[in-house]
């Protein structure tokens, strides 16, 4: 699955430590996220959705789907 | 600071279950040389001991059940693939070792701590393998 994690991290001037700070998990996760070798579960995605104010779909995007 | 808060309370979970796991291993060393060494046979000590040693394993794995879901959705994964790993391997590798017992292949009977030390290190190669893959 697709992510825009880093470039709307970015754009909000976050790091990786700083992200994983906010939403309560390692910078290891966040970084896995962001190169898409791992795909976060649906409350975590939740919660980056209300973190960004941007739904779910803005900022993943699931290559089945296309 | 939120970050503070959560891996506080992993680092504090994770010391935890250290103790709940020192505990256990000492409470079976005491069970095991306990009744040769220490109270020469006794057996209401040693119905003792391995019921201290039970309990002090129940409060170990309820202790790694409340570690694991302290941890984030990426590290209960690596968690749940080395477990995987050494769950398959423990059965398969166990019941091989159980076959060359019972045919005779081997001289020596099979030993449960090599089954026990087999699926530790497996678990430990497969986290391992799991920090390096998502690193």
């Avoid at chain 1, 996220?33 to 779909?57: N, R, T, V």
């Avoid at chain 2, 005491?30 to 119905?47: H, Q, R």
């Avoid at chain 2, 020596?108 to 190669?125: G, H, N």
Wanted: a positive charge; hydrophobic letters at 50%.
């Amino acid at each position: 699955m697709k992510n825009r994690l880093k470039v709307l991290r970015a754009e909000r001037d976050l790091t990786q430590a700083n992200l994983a700070n906010e939403l309560n998990v390692s910078r290891q996760t966040i970084n896995a996220i962001e190169k898409g070798k791992f795909d976060p579960s649906l409350p975590l995605a939740f919660k980056m959705s209300k973190l960004f104010q941007l739904p779910i779909e803005k900022i993943f995007e699931n290559d089945e789907m296309k | 600071m939120k970050e503070v808060t959560w891996n506080t309370q992993i680092k504090k979970n994770t010391k935890k279950l250290a103790i709940w796991t020192m505990l256990w291993t000492s409470s079976m060393a005491l069970a095991t040389f306990g009744p040769k060494f220490i109270w020469d046979e006794n057996v209401m000590l040693s119905v003792l001991a391995v019921i201290i040693n039970a309990v002090m394993g129940v409060g170990m794995i309820l202790m790694n059940i409340k570690h694991i879901n302290s941890l984030d959705d990426l590290q209960k994964k690596i968690q749940l693939d080395a477990m995987g790993i050494a769950l398959g391997v423990g059965v398969v590798g166990g019941l091989s070792y159980t076959i060359l017992d019972t045919t005779n292949l081997i001289t020596q009977d099979a030993e449960i701590s090599f089954l026990v030390i087999f699926i530790s290190v497996t678990y430990l190669i497969g986290l391992l393998i799991g920090q390096k893959r998502y690193k």
